[in-house]
């Protein structure tokens, strides 16, 4: 309770505090920097193979995963994180988590928070889809039940575009076999 503590103890034990603090910071910088040294640089092109050094530097993210730093164009990974979000099949929803495209494993939270301040940092306006992700904390299942309607609207739409002919013509003939 506060009555066992005085000022002068709670004044010490705050200053012990924000010392270990500013301690294991620079100790989690340390080992930070020593990592990223290490690491392999992975690729000097996008997924076009277009010179990454050609690009703005705002316009380009360098990602770290397991040991290796990846470089990728920001207007890259926009196209492919909507393409996750928004994906189905026929008329189902299959939200998909973005995977980095060069070892087909999935960015961890950390770097989609890292991709998602790196468009907002550039040039690029974020894009819905990935605002609302966000604002999901990037929790898919989260996201998927929230914007249900949403995303089957375009699940619809997609399948009334791109689906098989013989798919179209019989859930037309369901439709009509139900009334």
């Given at each position: 309770?506060?009555?066992?503590?005085?000022?002068?103890?709670?004044?010490?034990?705050?200053?012990?505090?924000?010392?270990?603090?500013?301690?294991?910071?620079?100790?989690?910088?340390?080992?930070?920097?020593?990592?990223?040294?290490?690491?392999?640089?992975?690729?000097?092109?996008?997924?076009?193979?277009?010179?990454?050094?050609?690009?703005?530097?705002?316009?380009?993210?360098?990602?770290?995963?397991?040991?290796?730093?990846?470089?990728?164009?920001?207007?890259?990974?926009?196209?492919?994180?909507?393409?996750?979000?928004?994906?189905?099949?026929?008329?189902?929803?299959?939200?998909?988590?973005?995977?980095?495209?060069?070892?087909?494993?999935?960015?961890s939270k950390t770097n989609l928070y890292?991709?998602?301040?790196?468009?907002?940092?550039?040039?690029?306006i974020v894009p819905s889809w990935i605002?609302?992700?966000?604002?999901?904390?990037?929790?898919?299942?989260?996201?998927?039940?929230?914007?249900?309607?949403?995303?089957?609207?375009?699940?619809?739409?997609?399948?009334i575009k791109d689906g098989p002919l013989?798919?179209?013509?019989?859930?037309?003939?369901?439709?009509?076999?139900?009334?």
């Open positions: 309770t506060d009555k066992d503590f005085t000022e002068e103890d709670i004044k010490k034990i705050e200053n012990l505090y924000v010392k270990s603090k500013k301690y294991l910071n620079i100790l989690n910088r340390l080992v930070y920097n020593y990592k990223i040294k290490k690491a392999i640089k992975y690729n000097d092109e996008d997924l076009f193979f277009n010179k990454i050094s050609d690009y703005k530097t705002k316009h380009i993210v360098r990602l770290y995963a397991n040991n290796t730093i990846y470089a990728f164009k920001i207007s890259d990974l926009i196209n492919l994180w909507i393409d996750c979000l928004i994906k189905s099949e026929n008329l189902f929803c299959k939200t998909e988590k973005l995977k980095n495209p060069y070892t087909n494993i999935e960015f890292n991709i998602f301040f790196a468009i907002k940092n550039s040039d690029y605002l609302l992700f966000f604002y999901e904390d990037f929790n898919i299942k989260a996201f998927t039940y929230k914007y249900y309607s949403r995303l089957k609207d375009i699940a619809i739409i997609s399948f013989y798919e179209k013509i019989e859930n037309i003939d369901d439709e009509i076999k139900t009334i």
